[in-house]
């Protein structure tokens, strides 16, 4: 692939949309409540641009042009969408947006703990050790990895909304002083070199339109001898491009996540040693022989629930709490409640969880390779 063309990037004019956008609905409760506070007018122009890129593009009629549109504005692309989701992630998944494995009688939360805490393990993060969450969310991980690993962590994230609900959360829990945020592009990331002992990003780089770029950028950052680990979304070697159902598959995941280029595991593999680093070890977790499969809440198995309070909790992502929602998000929008756009979002992201279910089956997609790579010492 060519170079990517790096969007210029414009913080006040960010936060600017932020503030029309949003207000302050970043310290409101989280999910649901926070839709309430939204501009109708912003919401609209933030559907707009974010749907610009798919509406009318269906998988049979894809140009290459097409995805390279989407490559060069893939922050833009990436900041609204999350402008747009971030309300419905933490109404359905919570605070870590992320996949993870899952083993017998353990409860979604202990489990989605339990994927942060081994990539933590595996890079050997330690107390007193400086790292960055590359697309850090609205921070749910990195405050769990500060107490599970006593690190301090920044996190580098393009949405100003985000930002704001992960610093109140933070403060809330009384980790402001081991965790802070900044606002920025991974692609070009304004810290020094050699800031950081280890950098970690938890299914957040598949954002980018080139993996050799930012794990280029992540080895800028990364001090000699230092550690990266990440969780990639990946589509499998048994992808083909040349098999309509698998463009369709994965255009749906794209769409549905914000996605401006999902690529192969072969070329992720090689993109990381592109970048310079030694690839210690990288693995399919979605490989591993566990007892309930990584999208077994998307599927609606809801036998696999381990209490009452995850049978509750997981509902909401089932194909029946997904059309509730749908409709509860239609009668919203009509009588003005919720802004418009939010059903046509919610929607989105239930297709692409669809497709997430049948890639998975059908090993074509995995939202958890993992990969630790050294930056060789000087």
Not at 24 to 48: I, Y
Not at 280 to 308: F, Q, T
């Amino acid at each position: 692939m060519a170079s990517i063309q790096l969007e210029k990037e414009d913080h006040a004019r960010d936060a600017a949309f932020n503030k029309a956008l949003h207000g302050d609905s970043s310290r409101a409760s989280g999910g649901v409540w926070s839709m309430f506070a939204k501009s109708k007018q912003a919401q609209t122009a933030a559907v707009d641009e974010y749907f610009k890129h798919w509406d009318g593009k269906t998988a049979p009629a894809e140009t290459n042009e097409v995805r390279k549109a989407r490559r060069l504005e893939y922050a833009t692309l990436t900041r609204h969408y999350y402008n747009l989701a971030t309300d419905l992630y933490e109404y359905g998944w919570g605070g870590s947006f992320h996949f993870c494995r899952f083993a017998y009688g353990e409860g979604f939360r202990q489990a989605i703990t339990r994927h942060e805490h081994y990539l933590a393990h595996r890079i050997g993060l330690r107390e007193g050790m400086k790292v960055l969450d590359v697309g850090c969310g609205v921070g749910g991980p990195a405050r769990e990895i500060i107490k599970f690993a006593g690190v301090d962590v920044v996190g580098l994230n393009n949405n100003d909304y985000q930002i704001e609900r992960a610093t109140h959360y933070a403060a809330r829990e009384g980790l402001s002083n081991k965790l802070s945020f900044v606002k920025g592009d991974f692609m070009q990331m304004l810290f020094p070199p050699e800031s950081f002992d280890a950098v970690y990003a938890i299914e957040a780089t598949v954002h980018a339109p080139s993996l050799k770029g930012v794990y280029s950028e992540i080895y800028k950052v990364l001090k000699p001898g230092g550690v990266f680990g990440v969780y990639e979304w990946f589509m499998t070697d048994n992808y083909d491009d040349d098999n309509p159902q698998h463009r369709e598959i994965r255009l749906d995941i794209e769409e549905g996540d914000g996605i401006s280029n999902m690529v192969k595991i072969s070329e992720g593999i090689q993109a990381i040693k592109d970048a310079g680093f030694q690839l210690e070890h990288h693995e399919d977790l979605a490989n591993r022989e566990d007892i309930y499969p990584w999208y077994y809440p998307l599927a609606g198995e809801l036998k696999n629930v381990s209490s009452v309070w995850d049978f509750l909790n997981m509902l909401r992502i089932t194909k029946i709490g997904r059309e509730i929602s749908h409709q509860a998000f239609r009668a919203g929008e009509k009588v003005g409640m919720i802004p418009p756009g939010t059903q046509k979002i919610a929607d989105s992201m239930a297709k692409a969880g669809d497709a997430m279910v049948a890639a998975g089956k059908a090993k074509l997609f995995t939202p958890m390779y993992l990969m630790v790579a050294r930056k060789p010492d000087c």
